[in-house]
Structures are given as C-alpha cells and as structure tokens.
C-alpha cells in the first residue's frame, strides 16, 4: 500500500488561519445578523457556514437525498466534533449535548445561539424540561440532531444507544431520521484522523485532521422511522440497526478486529 505523505506544514497553517477567519465571521454573524432573520434564514447561515468549514478542512460531503420532512428527531453515530458541521452541512438542526459544553469558551456561547439544548446528565428534573424543549423545536418544524451513543467511538463500530433519548420523538409523534455515517481517505478506507474518541484530545484530533491531504465524511440518511404506536426501546432498536446495518457493523456493541486496511490518517 502506498503510504500517503501528510499535507505540509504551511498548507496545515493556511488552514489554520483560514479557519480563525471563518469562525470570526460565523461570530459576527451571529452576534448581529441572527436577531435580523427568521429561523429558515438562520438554518441557511449554518449550512452555508457548515460547508465552508468542511471545505477549509478539506473533507468532502458525500451524502443522498432523503424525503425526510421537517422537524426529524435525527438520530446518528458519533465519531467527530466535525459530526455536527457534517449534519449541519445536510440538513441544519439543532443538537443536544452535555451541559459542561456550555462553559466552553466561544463554542459554549456558539452553541446557546445556534439552538444547542444542553442537557444535564444524571438529573431527571432537567431531562423533562431538556425534553419540553426539544418537543417544542421539533413541533415547530425544526431537526433536532442527537448522538444517542452518549459519547463518541473511533468509527469501527457502533456502541449501545441510550433509548431515553428518543423520549421527544414518542412525546410528539415525529419521525426518527437515522443518518449512518464515516470517515474516509482518499483511497476510501476508513479513516480514523478524525475520531475524537478514548484518550485523544481535541488538539490530538484537530492536528490529525490537519495533517490529512483530503477527507471524506459519508453522511447517509437511512428511511425515516414513525415514531408513533412504539415505545423509545423499538425506536432505539430500529435506528441502531439502520445505522449498523449500513456501515456494515455489527449489532453487538463491542469493537470488532482492527482490519488492516484501517488508516489512521
């Protein structure tokens, strides 16, 4: 196999500044153009600003399209922190995540603008108002996107699904979207540069995907599931299996054999 040279080291701070660049404007815009519009022309900002950052990355979209309707209770495997611009670059939603996010500088307050619903774990008061919000998101028409994994994996397979998660696509009888989805390199192997799983940490993962010439995110949207007449435990289930069943994963949670065609950048 031809191992293929990492991208230079002027391009990777190209990107670098490039990236300082957009996300300034994506806070500029935020900051004063989101009070200006309404919820469809702010979806629109994110995907467009969603793709660009894909772009600057290097990481192409390859996706289908879906006949899905608005206001999905999206449901996807979690690999990336550039899961959520991938999603968005598909279909703008808002996402669910833990509340220390928050706190983060910049992304914290990122995401409280672009409708992140933070959600406490552990406490099951916050979980019914998290999901009073949800429901009231996705009755007005809007995608809302969760990871029900509760954590990230490196992309070789699929961990358990947290059924509670589903809780809002039961209360309000709207479709569950599973979207299935991986990263690859440009000979089409499973890449793992971007995984942000483990003991890895974001400068570690950032800097792998830097160093990474091209990369492609297959985003693959599987046949919507009604939610109604079933219980979160078969939502669970049903969209487990999509999402397995498409990378080709499968159903039991545990890691398969490393295949060596695997490439880790």
Not at 83 to 97: G, Q, T, W, Y
Not at 104 to 131: C, I, M, Q, Y
Not at 199 to 227: H, K, Y
Request: charged share 15%.
């Amino acid at each position: 196999m031809t191992q293929v040279r990492p991208t230079p080291y002027l391009i990777r701070i190209f990107r670098c500044l490039r990236l300082a660049l957009h996300f300034t404007w994506i806070a500029i815009g935020t900051a004063i153009l989101y009070p200006l519009v309404g919820t469809q022309q702010r979806a629109r900002f994110k995907q467009r600003w969603s793709h660009q950052i894909l772009r600057i990355l290097s990481v192409r979209l390859e996706t289908q399209p879906t006949d899905a309707p608005p206001g999905c209770l999206i449901v996807a495997n979690h690999v990336s922190w550039l899961d959520i611009f991938a999603i968005h670059s598909l279909r703008p939603a808002a996402f669910i995540s833990k509340a220390e996010v928050r706190q983060w500088p910049f992304f914290g307050w990122l995401g409280e603008k672009n409708d992140t619903v933070f959600l406490r774990r552990g406490s099951r008061g916050h979980a019914r108002v998290v999901n009073a919000e949800i429901d009231a998101l996705l009755n007005a028409g809007m995608d809302v996107a969760i990871f029900p994994e509760g954590t990230t994996s490196d992309g070789t397979h699929l961990l358990g699904f947290h059924a509670a998660l589903l809780q809002p696509a039961i209360e309000t009888g709207r479709p569950v979207l599973p979207l299935a989805l991986s990263y690859h390199d440009a000979q089409g192997n499973l890449s793992l540069a971007p995984s942000f799983a483990g003991e890895t940490t974001i400068g570690q993962c950032f800097s792998a995907i830097l160093a990474s010439r091209s990369l492609t995110v297959r985003l693959i949207p599987e046949p919507v599931i009604v939610s109604v007449g079933k219980t979160r435990r078969e939502l669970s289930q049903a969209a487990r299996t999509a999402i397995a069943s498409r990378l080709g994963f499968p159903l039991s949670n545990n890691p398969p054999e490393r295949s060596p065609g695997l490439q880790a950048g």
